[in-house]
């Protein structure tokens, strides 16, 4: 399986069986949801991981998902309200309720999310089921009037979005930072940060892991109109993208999701960064055996728009039948794959530009096509080699070897790569690479794969990729 599947863990599959069987039918990155839970709850479980790991020989990368801030408002009197369409709500901070008019009023105490709000601004309360439009300004940032654009039910305590507005407010909370440090120290092998808008907010916490002393890398959470619109900056920091589109349609057109899901996708392969598709993947699925059609084509249209990996959340966390829904991810990856490289007709094939790695791996993965290599074994101290390979989307398998741990739990997020690490005795890349390749039973003796290595020479400023092989065992 190429596609790899990211499973969160929760009271439904916190336990030794099923996170072994779901790492069996194809899991290799379980996310720790940090909004309900903390480091220290989360210890035993990275333990039960770590014991899976070991009894399977599988690398699983451990990521911890960073609740970010908060944006919920406060009671609202006499809830529950019942909201129809066309009536006038108040909005504004809680020391303006006695200025505010008769109508029913809605506390937000985040005076940062009012700046700037102005008539014809659309609001989003109750995780986007209601839906206003601001038609009046009482008091500048601090009081406003809202028209209901639909009916419902508003109560105390739920989210609220401005689409489309930025926010000045930093990604990175305080509680962030704690579950960040104490997450590293119970070992999280990557972090996912919530709420991104700018490159500034991944400067923030590569800062907070630089001062922890060990790198993992960043998957920055794309959930904001502002982060699609800032995209290109957000990759040069990012090592991973997440569509996180329950939010993302929060803050966007929701007709617009699936097309910025496909434009996301594409980015993310064009930069060598990995993209995972989040959110109601098979949410039925939390209650029923098997998903609906709709899902089932949901998850097979990612797959075939490239996804580096897919993400189960409800699914696995809380339902009924978390080993069953990775189970049925697996089945469908079984049938979109080969689909998806029949349709390509070979690797792709790079832009016109000054780029030789990419080249190298462009014409790695021809040689491996025309010679029916068994695989490709890139070896890469960091990894880069193996994201350029993947970023081609070849036939083959990609056997990534790595001396550096953290760069073997990196590359579980990057499609077709299987990573391994490999002997630090061998200085030689190559032979490295030779060795894996004769004591591994993937490979049958006269089958061929094709080596890459970057091995230093003199006069070379940097280490990269210099050397293409094809070995036969």
């Keep these: 399986m190429r596609t790899k599947i990211i499973a969160t863990l929760g009271p439904a599959s916190n336990n030794y069986d099923t996170m072994k069987a779901m790492v069996e039918y194809g899991v290799r990155i379980f996310r720790l949801n940090f909004s309900h839970s903390d480091a220290a709850t989360f210890k035993p479980t990275v333990e039960i991981i770590r014991k899976v790991e070991a009894d399977t020989g599988i690398p699983v990368t451990v990521m911890g998902d960073l609740c970010g801030p908060k944006i919920r408002i406060n009671e609202i009197v006499g809830s529950p309200v019942q909201v129809k369409r066309g009536d006038l709500l108040s909005l504004g901070l809680p020391d303006m309720q006695g200025k505010a008019s008769a109508l029913p009023f809605v506390p937000l105490d985040m005076p940062e999310l009012l700046v700037g709000l102005a008539v014809g601004m659309p609001v989003s309360l109750s995780d986007g089921m209601l839906q206003f439009t601001v038609t009046k300004v009482n008091v500048a940032d601090r009081l406003f009037e809202m028209e209901a654009k639909n009916s419902g039910v508003l109560t105390s305590k739920k989210g609220i979005a401005f689409p489309g507005k930025f926010h000045p407010m930093p990604a990175l909370t305080a509680k962030d930072k704690k579950d960040l440090h104490e997450g590293m120290d119970i070992g999280l092998d990557a972090v996912a940060l919530s709420f991104v808008q700018t490159m500034d907010d991944l400067k923030d916490i590569r800062a907070e892991i630089e001062m922890h002393g060990r790198w ?58 990995g993209v995972i598709v989040a959110t109601q993947m098979l949410l039925s699925m939390v209650n029923n055996p098997l998903p609906t059609r709709a899902e089932a084509a949901d998850v097979a249209n990612a797959m075939l728009d490239g996804a580096d990996c897919v993400m189960l959340s409800e699914e696995t966390a809380m339902g009924s039948y978390p080993v069953e829904a990775v189970k049925f991810i697996s089945e469908i990856a079984a049938e979109a794959e080969p689909y998806y490289i029949e349709r390509m007709k070979g690797p792709f094939a790079p832009k016109p530009e000054k780029n030789p790695a990419k080249y190298l791996a462009y014409a790695a993965c021809l040689l491996a096509e025309n010679t029916e290599a068994k695989g490709l074994v890139p070896h890469s101290c960091s990894g880069a080699t193996a994201r350029l390979l993947s970023s081609r989307r070849p036939a083959q398998t990609i056997h990534a070897i790595t001396c550096d741990k953290p760069v073997q739990k990196q590359l579980n997020f990057f499609w077709g790569v299987t990573p391994h690490l490999g002997d630090p005795a061998i200085t030689s890349h190559v032979a490295r690479a030779e060795k894996f390749v004769q004591n591994s039973p993937l490979f049958a003796p006269g089958q061929s794969v094709v080596i890459t290595a970057g091995q230093p020479t003199p006069g070379q400023a940097a280490t990269h990729t210099n050397e293409l092989k094809i070995y036969y065992k």
């Design 216 to 273: 993992i890398p960043v998957v920055a959470k794309i959930e904001r109109q502002n982060a699609v619109d800032n995209l290109e900056d957000i990759l040069k920091l990012a090592d991973v993208i997440m569509v996180a589109r329950g939010d993302l349609g929060l803050e966007c057109p929701l007709s617009a999701v699936p097309v910025i899901q496909k434009r996301i996708i594409r980015a993310c392969r064009h930069a060598q960064k």
